[in-house]
């Protein structure tokens, strides 16, 4: 097992004046296991990105543990990376120095063969010399990835890292991850709030409810792929999107 989170409870005091608080996740459980591509679906305010943070060492939770890879969470690591939906590179650095951040941090010099690498994986070598406002929002978050993936790291943490992108280059960007997936076996939990991403990209799409944050139920999603021919023609993709629908309460 890569990833556990064991009974799990989080709580936010919402409102100092009145003292109320909000219960996100009152003992909740998730197991991924090594190398599985698992998405987590919910609605706005179920508490996915609650739960991201207290996976890479952000948060704790008030009660229960995470465990990662045989050991307690106690803080972040380069082990469990995460991608946010901003790429949030560095202006004032080119995109190789952008990539190279993370294997640089504490150490005198640079080893480049493996940055030099993962950008010709992410199809940038012609732009290492460049500034990231020279690139689309599409290839910055390119940037994001490859600055990710080549601290190496067990798992990748990702939260809605393509839902600033145009449905186009968001597409794009589906069938390269999942093709990096494939390549790597990165342990991957991907959070989104869109039924068809969760679907196309995941092999296993759990789905979150809210007060508090709970699994309302779980699609094996592994005949489904973002290559997958016409999905409104796929019975497979069509079924598991009812289904998640249905999970979520939104059926008409
Ligand atoms: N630092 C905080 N202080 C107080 N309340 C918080 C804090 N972080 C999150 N919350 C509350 O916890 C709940 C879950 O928030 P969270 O950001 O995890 O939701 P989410 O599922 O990621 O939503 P979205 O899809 O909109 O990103 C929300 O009600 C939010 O207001
Ligand atoms: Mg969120």
């Not at 009152?26 to 991201?52: H, N, R």
């Not at 597409?171 to 990165?186: G, I, S």
């Not at 959070?191 to 789905?207: F, K, M, P, S």
């Amino acid at each position: 097992m890569a990833l556990r989170v064991d009974q799990i409870s989080k709580t936010f005091d919402s409102d100092d004046a009145r003292r109320s608080t909000h219960q996100v996740f009152d003992q909740f459980t998730l197991d991924i296991a090594d190398g599985e591509f698992v998405a987590v679906l919910g609605p706005s305010g179920c508490g996915k990105t609650t739960l991201l943070r207290m996976i890479a060492g952000f948060d704790r939770p008030d009660a229960g543990r995470v465990i990662f890879d045989g050991s307690d969470v106690t803080g972040p690591a380069s082990d469990r990376v995460v991608v946010f939906q901003q790429p949030g590179l560095f202006p004032w650095m080119d995109v190789r120095h952008n990539v190279a951040f993370g294997l640089q941090l504490g150490r005198r010099r640079i080893d480049w063969r493996p940055v030099d690498e993962i950008l010709a994986t992410v199809g940038l070598s012609e732009f290492a010399g460049h500034a990231p406002y020279e690139l689309s929002g599409g290839m910055q978050q390119r940037v994001a990835l490859a600055r990710s993936l080549v601290m190496r790291p067990k798992m990748l943490l990702m939260d809605e890292p393509f839902a600033a992108l145009d449905a186009h280059l968001r597409h794009a960007m589906q069938v390269f991850l999942r093709e990096l997936w494939v390549e790597f076996r990165t342990t991957v939990l991907f959070i989104t709030h869109d039924v068809e991403e969760a679907i196309v990209l995941a092999e296993r799409v759990v789905v979150l409810g809210s007060n508090p944050g709970r699994i309302l139920g779980e699609l094996d999603a592994r005949d489904v792929h973002p290559s997958s021919a016409d999905l409104l023609d796929n019975a497979d993709y069509r079924r598991l999107r009812h289904r998640a629908i249905e999970l979520l309460g939104e059926l008409p």
